[in-house]
């Protein structure tokens, strides 16, 4: 299989080609249409094996045919850990790069809050976020997810090793019933 057979948008296909790369992996090729699909799915391979794209690039795909509204993001990635936050953003920048005013805000711990605020302020297409400060934002009224179309866990069995399940709890009680959900 090739990308091209994956229904993505060109813009995107443009941006996976510029990265060097021919043949979706195996977690791509099955997870890529099962996401533009509108399903829910559980993702599961190595680290290593292009799991990352396999759902930012739909992802970037079903936000180009949308707007994004003042402080309500779109999409919501929670990760485990802040390396891991700044990694998948960084694979925004990768494959977004054609798309036009795609607005992705990182929410990490251990940072200071100033700029996250503003980021929150603003139209959002994609919010990334540890369960942790996400929660910080919640309660003080700032990042508000009712608006969430897709909610990404990554690195899901990380997330409930660590302890997080109430917390991803508690942030999923706030976002709609309809929903996609994706598990990695
Ligand atoms: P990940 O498993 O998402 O951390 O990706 C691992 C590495 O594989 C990253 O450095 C990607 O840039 C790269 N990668 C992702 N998809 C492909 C692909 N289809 N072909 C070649 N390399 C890829």
New binding site residues.
Partial sequence: MTFDELSLDPRILAAVKA?G?T???PI?EQGIPAVLGGRDITGIAQ???????AFVLPMIHKLGQGRAKARMPRSLILEPTRELAIQVAKAFTVYGRHVQGLRVATVVGGVPYGAQLSALRGPLDVLIATPGRLMDHMASGKAILSNVEMLVLDEADRMLDMGFIDDIKHIASFLPEQRQTVMF
């Fill in positions: 990265a790369y043949t979706p992996t791509q680290t290593g094996t292009g799991k990352t794209a």
